[in-house]
């Protein structure tokens, strides 16, 4: 037998800037950075695509873009400013999805051009899958401006769109050149966004953090409060984790079944296409939390007195910490339960799920006991119910 076998390695690297007014004549960190990758031999193309609903509330954005990036040598921003909705429904929408890989043809961005997101997580996704699939690979910059695209995803490796009510079944595996987290950009969210940011510095405090857990409790009123100091604290912290983890963890690229930073998530990634995305993914993320910390106590792993911890923090920080989908009907289980399953599937291989030994300690199982899932959910009703009487 013959064969030939081939390896390389590729490296990786990019950056995540933390500035305010980032696009303010005087602020040069966006600026800098296009020059340090700019070319004297020819000029590369910025194309912006941006939330329409953050532009309401920052309707001099595109012109001060404008008068920004002409200021910028060897780069040439494209006459327009690609306006879409954000929210989860952007990844359902395959028309959306078509017109911006037609309007990379348009514009011919090549792939030492660079597509530009200004959004919160949904939209990243969708133009990072974009740039991803146009010409095999083309930059793209994410500009975050919710808690959760600036702690977590925005920061990270992933992109993707929705499929048949399937959460990310269609992405890749594709870093951005850069991330920019102008912090004021977290000024205008409605409070409902600012709280369901906070659930994924919840979870990665838990896996990874026990300090950084201690310090969210010690300032929950001010985080629910929209403490912005409190804030830039917390979405430096949570990126600096998830950063490490890309870097160190070893599968950056999530080859094999394992997510430990998917804590909570098995049954987020259900909820929210049962509910036709009324939660927020932070939201979703917060209910999914307190059910595998219950399940973790249940089981003997976490306990008792650290999971009240964790329910009564998510309730401190206005997070929901059940929904009725959760209850099972009669022999019917709850059609969460199906989650379990499509997570396996969105893995690959065998099940793998993150629970808790103890707060700021993860460790994974393979498989659930679905009576005991199904316990824990009654008792998060339960705390659910006692919260809303009071």
């Not at 597509?115 to 500009?143: T, W």
């Amino acid at each position: 037998m013959e064969y030939l076998q081939q390896s390389f390695n590729i490296s990786y690297e990019y950056r995540v800037f933390f500035t305010q007014e980032l696009f303010d004549p005087a602020n040069r960190c966006f600026a800098d950075y296009l020059e340090q990758v700019a070319s004297k031999q020819y000029r590369k193309k910025l194309l912006f695509v941006i939330d329409n609903g953050f532009l309401q509330y920052h309707p001099a954005l595109s012109a001060q873009i404008h008068a920004y990036c002409a200021t910028v040598p060897h780069f040439e921003l494209v006459p327009d400013i690609i306006t879409v909705p954000g929210g989860e429904s952007v990844k359902n929408d395959e028309p959306l999805f078509n017109s911006l890989i037609a309007a990379i043809d348009k514009y011919a961005i090549d792939r030492h051009s660079y597509v530009v997101a200004i959004g919160g997580g949904s939209l990243l996704d969708l133009v990072g899958y974009v740039a991803a699939i146009s010409h095999r690979g083309v930059k793209h910059i994410r500009i975050p401006t919710t808690v959760l695209s600036q702690n977590d995803s925005g920061v990270g490796v992933k992109n993707g769109i929705n499929y048949k009510g399937k959460k990310n079944f269609l992405g890749t595996f594709a870093p951005p050149a850069a991330v920019f987290n102008d912090s004021n950009f977290l000024l205008t969210l409605e409070d409902r966004d600012w709280n369901a940011g906070i659930s994924e510095a919840v979870k990665v405090a838990l896996i990874r953090d026990s300090a950084f857990f201690d310090w969210l409790e010690d300032n929950a009123a001010a985080l629910a409060t929209r403490n912005q100091e409190a804030m830039q604290v917390l979405v430096h912290r949570c990126a600096a984790l998830h950063m490490e983890h890309i870097g160190r963890g070893g599968d950056p690229f999530e080859s094999g079944s394992s997510r430990p930073l998917d804590f909570g998530h098995w049954s987020a990634h259900k909820l929210e296409p049962l509910t036709d995305f009324a939660l927020r993914h932070g939201e979703a993320v917060a209910i999914g939390i307190a059910l595998d910390s219950v399940y973790s106590s249940l089981i003997g792993w976490l306990p008792e007195a650290d999971m009240h911890r964790i329910v009564r923090l998510l309730q401190q920080l206005h997070l929901p910490v059940y929904h009725p989908l959760l209850a099972s009907a009669g022999d019917q289980p709850s059609p969460v339960i199906k989650g379990l399953e499509e997570f396996r599937e969105h893995l690959g291989g065998r099940l793998t799920i993150s629970l808790l030994r103890a707060v700021g300690k993860g460790e994974e199982v393979h498989q659930m006991d679905l009576a005991l899932v199904a316990k824990a959910a009654a008792m998060l009703q339960l705390v659910s119910d006692a919260q809303l009487t009071h």
